[in-house]
């Protein structure tokens, strides 16, 4: 499967953006999903997750009550809902896929994986 992260960009401190990854060449709607991201000089860090249903999402902390994951499997893509966005924020985000369907905090669960969308949060 080939994964195409898009949305990024620039936004002020509190503001919103929506990352989309959209999939093509397999049959998605069976593959978990999860969004990664990485600011310089860190490492690539776990942000949500969601399984093959949609039907559960796992957060890390430091997104949780701000970040929404959702999918739409009929257009075989899936979404990053970000609100309330902080300098912190700013990274690189990677969206990735599984097969297994089910849902991981690491990175290394994942198989395939989109090109990266640049977030921005100025202050």
């Known amino acids: 499967v080939q994964l195409q992260a898009s949305g990024g960009g620039l936004v002020q401190a509190g503001g919103s953006l929506r990352l989309s990854c959209a999939a093509s060449?397999?049959?998605?709607?069976?593959?978990?999903s999860g969004w990664f991201r990485q600011a310089p000089g860190k490492e690539r860090e776990f942000v949500a997750a969601?399984?093959?249903?949609?039907?559960?999402?796992h957060y890390a902390d430091s997104v949780k009550g701000r970040f929404t994951i959702s999918r739409d499997n009929a257009k075989n893509t899936v979404y990053l809902q970000m609100n309330g966005l902080k300098p912190e924020d700013a990274a690189i985000y990677y969206c990735?896929?599984?097969?297994?369907?089910?849902?991981?905090?690491?990175?290394?669960?994942?198989?395939?994986w989109g090109q990266g969308t640049l977030v921005t949060v100025s202050s």
């Open positions: 990735a896929a599984s097969p297994s369907g089910y849902m991981s905090i690491y990175s290394t669960f994942f198989d395939y």
């Open positions: 060449g397999r049959t998605f709607s069976n593959y978990s």
């Open positions: 969601i399984t093959w249903s949609g039907g559960s999402t």
